[in-house]
């Protein structure tokens, strides 16, 4: 069992910069590939960023360029950094831990972007 802990959410106003982390428990986390979903009330959770175990990343169009998502495998911690944010980005945000046929998740931070 692997258990990954949010940090780092809140309430910022739009055009913002916010940085979320998420700790995970154990060394499978440098092997893994790390993720960051979203879910906004209402709608389905998302995808926001991922980066492999080498280092390669992904982000779908509505956040790239403003979001960044980086790993340090020494602290078995992930970060999303998030600039320029919009009211459309408030949603919970999980971490996501993907190795093998493993999947594990993280109980959400909730970020708001309100003036």
């Known amino acids: 069992q692997v258990h990954l802990v949010e940090s780092g959410g809140g309430l910022v106003q739009p055009g913002g910069s916010l940085r979320i982390s998420c700790v995970a428990s154990s060394s499978i986390f440098n092997v893994a590939t790390m993720g960051w979903y979203r879910q906004a009330p209402g709608k389905e959770r998302e995808l926001v960023a991922r980066i492999t175990r080498g280092g390669s990343t992904n982000y779908p169009d509505s956040v790239k360029g403003r979001f960044t998502i980086s790993r340090d495998n020494a602290k078995y911690t992930v970060y999303l950094q998030m600039n320029t944010l919009k009211p459309e980005d408030t949603a919970v945000y999980y971490c996501?831990?993907?190795?093998?046929?493993?999947?594990?998740w993280g109980q959400g931070t909730q970020v708001t972007v309100s003036s």
């Open positions: 996501n831990l993907d190795y093998d046929r493993w999947s594990y």
